[in-house]
T-cell receptor, first 116, second 110 residues
Framework: DTGVSQDPRHKITKRGQNVTFRCDPISEHNRLYWYRQTLGQGPEFLTYFQNEAQLEKSRLLSDRFSAERPKGSFSTLEIQRTEQGDSAMYLC??????????????FGPGTRLTVT | GIQVEQSPPDLILQEGANSTLRCNFSDSVNNLQWFHQNPWGQLINLFYIPSGTKQNGRLSATTVATERYSLLYISSSQTTDSGVYFCAVEEEGGSEKLVFGKGMKLTVNP
């Protein structure tokens, strides 16, 4: 098992452009989470999925943000019409190993977004 | 929602010293995790410890759920222990998300 992976690792975009990030969770996990971290702060929850169902969305997730997990495996997070305030590290995590019933969350390396 | 407070916010140590990091939380929790964030931003799992005591090498952690706090002990610190340490909790009866503290920046000097 290679852990949670995210792509790309870095993204620089101009204000107003759309961006999409991908997360591949640990294969045995059925829960997938997205968090955002700005400089000097702890990560903040954005949304999470159990299998393909999106079960909760934070108020931080404006209408410009959308997340999908179409087949219950990988997930994408899209930001439309990016703003400079969207610049942050976007972290993905997965949990719930049904074999061990462990709820421990494991994080990917993150995608660092810079909006110019 | 649940509040998570970490102390101290910053700590500077000489190599070989011991340290204790504290995490207070305002409500009952289902889950508590300690992480170390490396300079590249990767969150590394240290402990999954909703209650009790665990040890892993030079690190150990204790969570007293009834008193709503957790402690992370680092013994014989090394320069590679430098970084930011986060405590994160999942509120009991709440959603499945982790709520993070603001972190504690540890600097270990040689």
């Amino acid at each position: 098992d290679t852990g949670v992976s995210q792509d790309p690792r870095h993204k620089i975009t101009k204000r107003g452009q759309n961006v999409t990030f991908r997360c591949d969770p640990i294969s045995e996990h059925n829960r997938l989470y997205w968090y955002r971290q700005t400089l000097g702060q702890g990560p903040e929850f954005l949304t999470y999925f159990q299998n393909e169902a999106q079960l909760e969305k934070s108020r931080l997730l404006s209408d410009r943000f959308s997340a999908e997990r179409p087949k219950g495996s990988f997930s994408t997070l899209e930001i439309q019409r990016t703003e400079q305030g969207d610049s942050a590290m976007y972290l993905c995590a997965s949990s719930l190993d049904l074999a061990t019933l462990s709820y421990e969350q494991y994080f990917g390396p993150g995608t660092r977004l810079t909006v110019t | 929602g649940i509040q998570v407070e970490q102390s101290p916010p910053d700590l500077i140590l000489q190599e070989g010293a011991n340290s204790t990091l504290r995490c207070n939380f305002s409500d009952s929790v289902n889950n508590l995790q300690w992480f170390h964030q490396n300079p590249w931003g990767q969150l590394i799992n240290l402990f999954y410890i909703p209650s009790g005591t665990k040890q892993n090498g030079r690190l150990s952690a204790t969570t007293v759920a009834t008193e709503r706090y957790s402690l992370l002990y680092i013994s014989s610190s090394q320069t590679t222990d430098s970084g930011v340490y986060f405590c994160a909790v999942e509120e009991e009866g709440g959603s499945e998300k982790l709520v993070f503290g603001k972190g504690m920046k540890l600097t270990v000097n040689p």
